[in-house]
């Protein structure tokens, strides 16, 4: 099984909502990614969690917050976000022994 | 510091005709290189990567690209262009650190002319 899988597909949320939105992966691999994607432009990293120890991109806001319950599941915990946060969100896998990263569909996230 | 640049943010050929995308890197040590496809609405796709070994890498859906460390570049290309190959396409580098994070260039837009 070569597939990272993302819920939902489509989010759209308020500026007072809470939402998660969930990635997994069942290729063993240790580390584990969410990007934020802006039309046109290439993905920018928010958080890794390699070997279950997350790393930080420090100009990620504090209203993203990520979970990563086992080494097969993250999740990104949403809340109070802002219309600027609407973007493509992105889950990915890999990174051991310098292999390539495997990218989920993505979540659509729209923040009125 | 490692660093990935693509050169023109959009190219347009002619449907069978040869498609040229360009991306130069810098990198202090042998650089792992990636290219990636990306469907409008989908994730990224991984068309191939050079590691180690040949300098020609061949990957999906036709395209291949060689690693020329003298040139510091990893250009993609497909013999002839199909209407399916409109995408957008990023290069990137792996930076050598504990999180194998991956370095992007700033994406090229493919257009295919019918």
């Known amino acids: 099984d070569t597939e990272v899988t993302q819920t939902p597909k489509h989010l759209v949320m308020g500026m007072t909502n809470k939402k998660s939105l969930k990635c997994e992966q069942h290729m063993g691999h240790r580390a584990m990614y969410w990007y934020k994607q802006k039309a046109k432009k290439p993905p920018e990293l928010m958080f890794v969690y390699s070997y279950e120890k997350l790393s930080i991109n420090e100009s990620v806001p504090s209203r993203f917050s990520p979970e990563c319950p086992n080494s097969s599941l993250l999740n990104l915990h949403l809340h109070a976000l802002q219309p600027e946060d609407s973007a493509l969100y992105l889950c990915a896998s890999g990174g051991t022994s310098y292999n390539e990263q495997f990218f989920g569909p993505g979540t659509r996230l729209t923040v009125l | 510091a490692q660093s990935v640049t693509q050169l023109g943010s959009h190219v347009s050929v002619s449907e069978g005709a040869l498609v040229l995308l360009r991306c130069n890197y810098s990198?202090?040590?042998?650089?792992?290189l990636f290219w990636y496809v990306q469907y409008p609405n989908q994730g990224l796709q991984l068309l191939l990567k050079y590691t180690t070994g040949a300098t020609l890498v061949k990957g999906i859906n036709g395209f291949e690209a060689e690693f020329k460390k003298s040139e510091t570049s990893f250009h993609l290309t497909k013999p002839s262009a199909h209407m399916s190959d409109a995408a957008e396409y990023f290069c990137a580098v792996l930076l050598m650190d504990s999180n194998y994070q991956l370095i992007w260039g700033a994406g090229t837009k493919l257009i295919i002319k019918p």
């Open positions: 990198s202090s040590v042998p650089p792992y």
